[in-house]
């Protein structure tokens, strides 16, 4: 079984940084991809980044493009999102994901919905 602990959140002002950590525990731990998205309140959980896990290729979308920088940290079995510019609009609950090891779809996944594993979440609120 594979439980991912996020950390990192708080509360920032805008134009600030925060580095969220996504930890993953488990006996084998080698997934196809992992990933972060976000759910502010009355919304729908959205995707904000993936990376692959086995060559750190990612993709993200483009509201946080050139603000948000995914990595992974493969020995370690961390994930990280450096999330720089935070603006009010970024404040939402962040949940990091894992995809299975086999996997089949697009190369980087962004639908929720092909991520196996989750996280709790960890809160991001930035205050104008």
């Known amino acids: 079984q594979v439980q991912l602990v996020e950390t990192g959140g708080g509360l920032v002002q805008a134009g600030g940084s925060l580095r969220l950590s996504c930890a993953a525990s488990?006996?084998?731990?080698?997934?196809?991809?992992m990933g972060w998205f976000r759910q502010a309140p009355g919304k729908e959980r959205e995707f904000v980044t993936t990376i692959r896990w086995s060559d750190g290729s990612a993709a993200v979308t483009d509201s946080v493009k050139n603000r948000f920088t995914i990595s992974r940290d493969y020995a370690k079995n961390t994930m990280y999102l450096q999330m720089n510019t935070l603006k009010p609009e970024d404040t939402a609950v962040y949940y990091c994901?894992?995809?299975?090891?086999?996997?089949?779809?697009?190369?980087?996944?962004?639908?929720?919905?092909?991520?196996?594993?989750w996280g709790q979440g960890t809160q991001v609120t930035v205050s104008s």
């Open positions: 488990g006996r084998t731990f080698n997934p196809y991809a």
């Open positions: 994901a894992a995809v299975q090891p086999f996997y089949s779809g697009p190369v980087h996944p962004t639908d929720p919905g092909k991520y196996h594993y």
